[in-house]
Every structure is written in structure tokens, then in C-alpha cells.
């Protein structure tokens, strides 16, 4: 990912970067002023940082010798932090002995030694392997509510930011998007940029555009008609004020289903499509399809597929040209639809996401 200036986050709080407006609290104390030695945190990093001549208790014990704290304190500290991290039979062993999971577990260690009163975690896990980043990711959550320490966490993964967070803070280039539970972002994001962020696969978006109908509303995808139930409406009621106008239309791919999987779905609350690829993966089935329904451009649509890299912007303006747009639908395992299929997809109407087509945000009952 691109720089989104969550590091910068984190270096404010510590006091590496001047603070030029606002006020930093922590605990009970304003920190603005105060060197980042006597703020009272404590800093994991991406990279471990140990000592290679050390042992795991020598690095793990080093920040209080510095700070002259005395022997057995720092005894009784070191062996209390080795048994929480499960490092026990490790401490006389030195970094180059252990597995990367072991290494960051000490560099965790260092920290928790110092009993501070914040922990500030910089993608600690990115130089993990897959397999290796989901069982740390378990492990420092548990670690953390057994210390009960407010801790801070960078990451780049939006995975490890929904499973690990209480709550969570999206950040693009420096501007905070939306904080809260991992729950309200996914259910109810504030703009584009968190929609498309948050959840995995990505959201589904496309430029539509909002018609009243039979007391309710529907919307109109390409040559497609979604009808929105006017018990929906009156959830959002300001979606009313968009009748007739462009907006852009978000689905989650879990809100897609075989229609043999979903009886009660009906006349409009399907979608024609064309099916490109079908990956069965055993807990569920993901479904690539085509729509024919132009691609939504906005800013925040531009960021999310920069930061996928590689040509994404230019296969976006494409598409948009084309007017098609790729879907993703995630499935029944038990779903039968097959590869170059034209098929018809359930679409669960009362879990669309409407987005206004000039700022990005979120359309809903206070707008």
C-alpha cells in the first residue's frame, strides 16, 4: 500500500514528529510538549531490531538496564513477559536459534517489560508468512487484552485491522475517514474509500442512478432494475432526495446468492449476469461475473485502485468506456453455476449501499 500516513500516526503519539494542531492525550496527561522519553510507550516495529551477540533475555532485559532499573526487578519482569509470550524455554538463546514468530514475540517482549501505559505496533507481522501472520495475529490480541494496554496498530491489511481492533481508524493521506467498531465500517461506511477498503472481497460498485417506484424506490443498473422496499426507504429516508439523480451503488458479494439457494428472491431483486470465473474454495464458492452496467469514476474509486497496483486505473477507465463492470459474488458451496454461464443472481435489496456521486458519502437517514 501507498503511504496513507499511518506511520506519521504513529510517530506524532510518540513524539518522533511535531504535533502542529490539536491536543495528545494519554492517560490523563496533554503530551504535545513532552519528549518521547517521559511519554510512557512502548514501540514494536516491523523490523526486530534485536540484539544478534544478545540472548532473548539480554534484549529483552536491555531497555531497563539502561534505565538502571534494579536486578531482580528486571528479573521478575523478564520471566513474567517470557511466560506470557510463552518464551520460557527461549531466554537463554540468542535470535539467530529462533523462528521469525519466536523473534517478533521477543521484540514484544522488550516492550511489555516496561509496563507503559500505551503499546504503538508499526505492522509487526509484515515480515511474516502467511500461515505464521494468523497465528501471531491471535496471539498479540490475546496478549494484549491480558495486559489490558491500550494499544495502537498499523496495519496495511484490513483483515488484521477487523479481527484485532476494538475499534478501528481508516486513514487515507493523512485525513482520518472513519473510526469505529469493525462492524459499523463494514455495515455502514462513511464514504467510498471505506466501503471499498473495508471487506473482503471489496465491495462491488457501479454508477446508477435512483427512481421512485410504487411508494418505494429502485435502482437502475445498467438495463437492470433492483427495487428497494419501502419499509428500506423509510430507513433512509434521505435517500428520497436523490430520486432521479446518478448515485453510486455499493453490493457486498456476501449480499449476492444462488437463486436456488434463496426462493423467496424475486422480480427485482435479481440481476442477469455472465459468469467469468468460479473459484471453489470448500467453506464457500466465489463467482466472477460481467454486469452490464457502467463503471463508478470518483476520487475515492481512483485511490482504491491505485492501491491495487499494476494497471488497475487504466482497466477502470476502460471498463467505464466499455460500460461492463466486474462483480464479485460470494456463494452457497453447494451453488452448481458454472464458468460462461448467463445465469440470474439473488441480490438481497436491503443491504445496498448508496453513495453520492459528487463527495463519496454515505447515504443515510441523517445526510
Request: aromatic fraction near 6%; avoid cysteine.
Amino acid at each position: 500500500m501507498r503511504s496513507f500516513w499511518k506511520t506519521t500516526a504513529l510517530r506524532l503519539i510518540a513524539g518522533l514528529e511535531t504535533i502542529t494542531e490539536g491536543k495528545l492525550k494519554i492517560g490523563e496527561n496533554i503530551v504535545n510538549d513532552m519528549p518521547p522519553k517521559e511519554r510512557d510507550i512502548a514501540m514494536v516495529f516491523q523490523n526486530y531490531a534485536l540484539y544478534p551477540h544478545m540472548t532473548v533475555r539480554g534484549n529483552m532485559a536491555f531497555g531497563l538496564k539502561l534505565a538502571k532499573t534494579d536486578k531482580g526487578e528486571i528479573d521478575n519482569r523478564v520471566n513474567e513477559a517470557a511466560k506470557v509470550l510463552g518464551l520460557d524455554e527461549y531466554l537463554d538463546k540468542k535470535p539467530r536459534a529462533l523462528s521469525g514468530g519466536q523473534r517478533q514475540r521477543v521484540a514484544m517482549g522488550r516492550a511489555i517489560v516496561r509496563n507503559p501505559q500505551a503499546f504503538l505496533m508499526d505492522e509487526p507481522l509484515s515480515n511474516l508468512d502467511a500461515k505464521l501472520r494468523v497465528q501471531m495475529r491471535s496471539e498479540i490480541a490475546r496478549i494484549q487484552r491480558d495486559l489490558e494496554v491500550t494499544t495502537v496498530y498499523v496495519t496495511h491489511d484490513q483483515i488484521e485491522a477487523m479481527t484485532m481492533g476494538d475499534r478501528v481508524a481508516v486513514i487515507k493521506r493523512g485525513e482520518l475517514q472513519q473510526v469505529g467498531t469493525p462492524t459499523e465500517l463494514f455495515e455502514r461506511p462513511r464514504n467510498l474509500f471505506v466501503a471499498g477498503f473495508i471487506g473482503s472481497p471489496s465491495m462491488d460498485f457501479a454508477s446508477s442512478t435512483l427512481e421512485e417506484a410504487d411508494g418505494g424506490l429502485s435502482v437502475k443498473l445498467g438495463g437492470q432494475t433492483l427495487k428497494i422496499a419501502e419499509s428500506d426507504v423509510k430507513k433512509r429516508p434521505a435517500l428520497k432526495k436523490y430520486a432521479g439523480k446518478e448515485i453510486v451503488l455499493g453490493i457486498r458479494p456476501q449480499d449476492f446468492e444462488d437463486p436456488e439457494y434463496a426462493p423467496e428472491s424475486g422480480e427485482g431483486s435479481r440481476l442477469k449476469v455472465k459468469i467469468d470465473l468460479v473459484e471453489a474454495v470448500g467453506t464457500e464458492t466465489m463467482v466472477h461475473f460481467t454486469v452490464d452496467a457502467p463503471v463508478a469514476i470518483t476520487e475515492d474509486m481512483k485511490e482504491l485502485a491505485a492501491d491495487v497496483g499494476g494497471d488497475e486505473i487504466a482497466q477502470l477507465e476502460k471498463r467505464a468506456e466499455e460500460g461492463t463492470n466486474e462483480f464479485t459474488a460470494v456463494l452457497d458451496p453447494r451453488t452448481k453455476l458454472r464458468t460462461n454461464e448467463e445465469v440470474e443472481l439473488a441480490v438481497d435489496t436491503s443491504r445496498l449501499h448508496f453513495f453520492d456521486v459528487d463527495t463519496s458519502a454515505g447515504i443515510y437517514e441523517d445526510n
